[in-house]
Nanobody, 130 residues
């Protein structure tokens, strides 16, 4: 099992920045990829960004390209989401998730699917005021 704990959420004005962190523990050697998702009130949980754990290849939703950056730190078992130029529509609960190494997949676009992920954190609230 892998446990994920998010932190770094909060209230920020439009145009501001936040950095979310996700700490992984447990059987972290099983992690093949990690992703960030978000869920706004009354809406579905949607993909934000993903990263292949071993090589660091990244993939982003169109809505955040050029504004958000996902990164990872192997030594610390951490993944980060740097969010710049935040907009009110970025307001949501942000979730960290991990893909188990037991899956077979090739295309980074597969990381957009919730069904790819085996482990989820509890989420952290991000609120962007206008």
């Amino acid at each position: 099992q892998v446990q994920l704990v998010e932190s770094g959420g909060g209230l920020v004005q439009a145009g501001g920045s936040l950095r979310l962190s996700c700490a992984a523990s447990g059987r972290t050697f099983n992690i093949d990829a990690m992703g960030w998702f978000r869920q706004a009130p009354g809406k579905e949980r949607v993909f934000v960004a993903g990263i292949r754990w071993s090589v660091g290849t990244t993939y982003y939703a169109d809505s955040v390209k050029g504004r958000f950056t996902i990164s990872r730190d192997h030594a610390k078992n951490m993944v980060y989401l740097q969010m710049n130029s935040l907009k009110p529509e970025d307001t949501a609960v942000y979730y960290c998730a991990a893909v188990d190494r037991g899956r077979t997949w090739y295309l980074m676009s597969r990381l957009t699917a919730l069904s790819m992920y085996d482990y989820w954190g509890q989420g952290t609230q991000v609120t962007v005021s206008s």
